[in-house]
């Protein structure tokens, strides 16, 4: 028989909140906030892994002094919004946050992401391709990253925001080999690097 669900886990009167997950408890499970509903984050693969890990390094690599590379931090998107991409791309300014808020920050304002990257995995393919690139479009992220594996090899398919009343992503390359871009800084990233070679 199953072990009743811990009472942290009863949905809150009104529903879940962005505000709502700082509150959740230190043994509760990786997560993140879409339309209200709590959604659990599930193990990783290996391609996952390597491919988050060597493409933070890379991105690192190249990002001027005030960029960061962030892995699994979540954004507030709004009250009922909070998805947490596999990377984040965002401006700093140094001496703008005070030390406390620097360690202990729990998001990354929207306003300040310059690239949101999901790696694609069988769990997560309907939010990583449809449900979270809409969210990130309107809250005006300019650039959205989808990795899809394509056998054992990672494809990137990179998009740019296209404003206006509407905002929307609009793709502007797939690379399978090599990644060369000049915004939102210049980037060269060997795609097939990123994973372990077989």
């Known amino acids: 028989m199953a072990e009743p669900l811990p009472d942290w886990f009863l949905t809150p009167p009104g529903g879940w909140t962005a505000d709502d997950m700082d509150r959740l408890p230190p043994g509760a499970p990786?997560?993140?906030?879409i339309d209200g509903a709590l959604v659990l984050?599930?193990?990783?693969?290996?391609?996952?892994?390597?491919?988050m890990r060597h493409l933070a390094n890379a991105l690192e690599e190249a990002a001027p002094k005030n960029?960061?590379?962030?892995a699994r931090m979540t954004m507030k998107l709004g009250r009922y919004q909070r998805p947490e991409p596999d990377l984040l791309v965002h401006e700093?300014?140094?001496?703008?946050?005070?030390?406390?808020?620097?360690?202990?920050?729990?998001?990354?304002?929207?306003?300040?992401?310059?690239?949101?990257i999901e790696i694609v995995s069988p769990e997560s393919r309907e939010r990583d391709r449809t449900t979270k690139p809409m969210k990130y479009?309107?809250?005006?992220?300019?650039?959205?990253?989808?990795?899809?594996?394509?056998?054992?090899e990672p494809a990137i398919h990179v998009y740019e925001l296209d404003g206006g009343r509407d905002p929307r992503y609009v793709?502007?390359?797939?690379?399978?080999?090599?990644?060369t871009l000049d915004v939102p800084f210049p980037i060269d990233v060997d795609v097939r690097a990123l994973t372990p070679r077989h």
């Open 67 to 70: 960029v960061d590379v962030i």
């Open 171 to 179: 793709p502007t390359t797939i690379a399978r080999e090599r990644l």
């Open 41 to 51: 984050l599930s193990p990783q693969t290996r391609f996952h892994s390597h491919v």
């Open 30 to 33: 990786r997560m993140e906030l």
């Open 92 to 116: 700093f300014e140094e001496g703008k946050d005070d030390h406390l808020d620097w360690y202990q920050a729990t998001h990354v304002p929207p306003e300040d992401v310059l690239i949101a």
């Open 137 to 152: 479009a309107a809250a005006g992220i300019p650039h959205f990253w989808r990795i899809e594996p394509e056998e054992t």
